[in-house]
């Protein structure tokens, strides 16, 4: 105790150093922090950084932490992701550096409660308190981290303080003035899996925002029953949330060409939009279209009402800048993308690693599609701004991709996502419960889940080499297996009618299974990702699916079949840690089948892995659900980044 005592006094009375300059570095060589007391020029500064980057994260562990510089000594500490360093003169004590480190580290942990790169982030001043706090013009001023924690408090009161006034004013000059309500018009494209996102992104709005009031018009494919749509659209009506469904066109048909069936139908629903939005303008403010991924035609509509257009982006911050380099590419030189279509692997800035070619969409792959991948990027380019289902902490290197590759800078990104709608019920069937108390009877974590989605599907063959590695693993399985439509027509999968099973599976395949897994058609996909006997999910990684299982912690063997899905897989397992690989390059297009016949011996590799208890996929997804269920909160980055986009959004009228 006396020997603490005689070492407080000593940090307190004796610390007389200047400090030239501190710096925060992540393992990355990204800058977090910086606070120069010595003057340097700008030039200056970033040569500085730049030095001190390379010549730091390239040391050993086991070196000391003193690095001799230009005449004066850097003093730094690694703190988990980060490196806290101090410049100072050649004469001063570097041991008191690394306590002053230490104190600043301790306050920052006291405050943040454990603190990390996210922390300091999104919450950059407050470091740049803190540390002024500590010092003042390069020298120690504070050294008591009780008193530093309590003037910290007492400005946090005073913003929170501020706030409540700043609000009270608002309402006030609300009441006063019977605000008109800011109206946006969302276009969902068709499909149930847009447009229950984009529902649920307007619903997210307007809980943060009463001021907003929103209409949401849907498209549908003729000739379709479109009473689910119906469905779940008028359970989203509210006062400030209207649902409209736009006249069927008849005259245009459902084709195996995905695109060219998708852009018909939007094209002849631009006359209903117009009608639409003109007696929506002549009830309120219009400030903006949201126009999702597949309907930036619409924009063109928008330019007439003389309002901007932000792109709802329903995949990953990666694909998305994925697409817009090559696009980029595209249009400097068609014939140069072809070549370097034809190498290996390409570097694209939203990847921290090559991408290899034949995980890229089939839209940038195929010749023929070329028109349409340069009409679909240039719609993107011509948006305000393009809001992404996705989150800094899940995607950190792509979001910032977008600062650093020129081709991006200057296109608003707003990564406000999770958004998923987690509440939906499951159909009230007989099969639904059913698959849920069989679930109520497993161990934890001891299920593989393997669902493609609403339109995933096989032909008997592939059928056949799943069920041979799942009886050649002997594990636990609920798989939900659906049939395909027609060859070469484009359509959602069905289920198979009981009595077709047993031509599709392996002869005695289903009693041989019986007392470890449940064949099924439709699945409760929400349900039975929550539920905690599933310990893994064999999917074909559309990105809401994906979403949905970081948000309930459950580890993916990745089985893409098309659209983004192969660049969806690359990115869960090369990226981020946070798949396994079944396949990334399978593919199964409605014109052309599958390209390869995915083998047994494989598919078994994927499911062991996947259920591996103690994988450090595991691990890291686990670490990232946590992190999906606080972003959204008041203070986390996609909480923040949704308040920019409503300023923008009220700031149009």
């Known amino acids: 105790m006396k020997l603490k005592l005689v070492f407080t006094l000593y940090f307190v009375l004796e610390i007389h150093m200047y400090i030239h300059f501190v710096l925060l570095i992540s393992r990355q060589g990204k800058v977090r922090l910086t606070k120069w007391y010595s003057p340097y020029t700008q030039k200056e500064r970033s040569k500085v950084i730049r030095e001190l980057s390379g010549v730091i994260l390239s040391r050993a562990p086991k070196l000391c932490n003193f690095v001799e510089w230009r005449g004066h000594k850097v003093v730094y500490k690694r703190y988990a992701s980060l490196y806290f360093c101090m410049c100072i003169d050649d004469t001063d004590n570097e041991l008191e550096v690394l306590e002053m480190i230490h104190h600043f580290v301790e306050i920052l942990d006291r405050y943040f409660g454990s603190v990390c790169e996210l922390d300091l982030i999104f919450n950059f001043h407050k470091a740049y308190y803190i540390l002024d706090e500590l010092l003042i013009a390069g020298e120690l001023q504070e050294s008591s981290k009780k008193t530093v924690a309590r003037l910290i408090a007492a400005q946090d009161s005073l913003v929170e303080t501020a706030k409540e006034e700043a609000s009270s004013l608002s309402n006030i000059i609300a009441q006063a003035t019977k605000m008109t309500k800011v109206e946006v018009v969302f276009i969902p494209s068709p499909g149930l899996g847009h447009l229950t996102s984009t529902l649920e992104f307007a619903k997210l709005l307007i809980n943060r925002d009463n001021r907003l009031s929103i209409t949401v018009l849907v498209i549908k494919f003729p000739n379709t029953g479109g009473e689910t749509i119906k469905t779940i659209s008028s359970s989203f009506d509210s006062e400030n949330l209207h649902v409209i ?62 309002v901007p257009s932000l792109v709802y982006f329903t995949s990953s911050v990666a694909f998305l800048g994925l697409i817009l380099h090559l696009h980029t590419l595209l249009e400097d030189n068609s014939e140069a993308l072809r070549l370097s279509l034809k190498q290996d692997e390409l570097d694209i800035p939203c990847f921290a690693n090559p991408v290899p070619t034949n995980t890229l969409p089939t839209l940038v792959l195929r010749k023929e599609w070329e028109s349409s991948f340069f009409n679909y990027g240039g719609g993107l380019k011509k948006a305000n701004g393009i809001i992404v289902n996705s989150f800094h902490e899940l995607e950190p290197h792509a979001i910032n991709s977008f600062l650093e590759d020129p081709g991006l800078r200057g296109l608003p990104v707003y990564p406000v996502g999770p958004v998923l709608n987690l509440e939906t019920k499951p159909k009230e069937t007989v099969d639904s419960d059913n698959i849920i108390k069989w679930l109520d009877d497993q161990p934890p974590s001891s299920v593989v889940f393997i669902c493609f989605g609403s339109v995933g599907a096989f032909d008997k063959d592939q059928v056949r080499e799943i069920a041979c590695a799942i009886e050649k693993c002997g594990t636990r399985f609920l798989w939900s297996l659906r049939k395909p439509p027609p060859n070469g027509t484009m359509g959602p999968a069905s289920d198979y009618p009981l009595s077709d099973l047993a031509a599709v599976l392996p002869e005695g395949f289903l009693d041989r299974t019986a007392e470890i897994g449940k064949v099924i058609g439709w699945a409760p996909q929400v349900q039975v990702l929550a539920h905690p006997a599933t310990g893994g999910f064999v999917s074909h990684c559309g990105w809401n699916s994906t979403l949905e299982s970081i948000h309930y912690g459950v580890p993916i063997a990745t089985w893409p079949l098309f659209a983004d899905q192969q660049t969806n897989a690359l990115e869960l397992v ?23 016949l995915l083998t047994a011996d494989k598919i078994e590799k994927g499911i062991r892995n996947v259920l591996d208890k103690n994988g450090e996929v595991r691990k890291k997804v686990k670490d990232i659900s946590e992190q999906s269920r606080k972003t959204s909160l008041e203070g986390g980055s996609s909480y923040t980044c949704l308040g920019r986009l409503i300023d923008y959004i009220v700031n149009q009228v």
């Open 574 to 596: 090369s990226e981020l840690k946070m798949g396994v690989e079944i396949a990334l390059d399978y593919r199964m297009e409605y014109d052309v089948g599958r390209d390869y």
């Open 245 to 306: 469904n736009l006249p069927d066109c008849a005259h245009v048909s459902s084709t195996s060409d995905v695109g060219n069936s998708v852009n018909t139908l939007i094209e002849t629903q631009k006359s209903n939009v117009k009608e639409v939005v003109s007696n929506i303008t002549a009830k309120g403010k219009l400030a903006v279209f949201v126009v999702d991924m597949f309907c930036t035609t619409m924009i063109d509509v928008a330019n007439e009402f003389g």
